[in-house]
């Protein structure tokens, strides 16, 4: 129950979208039922008040951190782990995704150096997860 409604096949049937959501927050996650109703945003089975952060996050701007690999020359292995430096929003996933395909890297690489400062206008970095030395 969230401010006094219950979430079930009333609030689906009075228009409201229901999802069912797993709360990513923390191990324990939370099976959360949310819906929008009139600008509020209703959350049920939260088990901390993170749980309904997450729900409202989600039900309005999710946000998503991206993990992946990018190409390396001259390194002991062919693929460096990145990610972004925070998340972005969930709509620009694809679209980061095919611009870090084009990316290639010299090695040598240190953990944390900043490949690219503002990946896709999103205006978060992408970051090398590990060292890569140079072959000798």
Do not use: H, W
Not at 111 to 119: I, R, S
């Amino acid at each position: 129950m969230a401010n006094g409604v219950i979430l079930g096949g009333g609030a689906a049937a009075a228009g409201k979208a229901v999802r069912d959501l797993v709360c990513i927050v923390c191990p324990v996650g939370c099976r959360l039922r949310a819906a929008l109703s009139g600008g509020e945003t209703l959350v049920e089975g939260q088990g901390c008040p993170r749980g309904r952060e997450y729900a409202m996050a989600e039900l309005t701007a999710p946000m998503r951190t991206l993990p992946t690999t990018v190409r390396v020359r001259k390194g002991f292995l062919p693929r460096l782990p990145v990610r972004t430096a925070a998340p972005i929003p969930k709509e620009d996933l694809l679209r980061c995704m095919e611009a870090v395909r084009r990316i290639e890297v010299t090695a040598p690489v240190a953990m944390g150096e900043v490949l690219v400062e503002n990946l896709c206008g999103t205006g978060v970095a992408l970051v090398a997860t590990r060292s890569m030395p140079a072959l000798d």
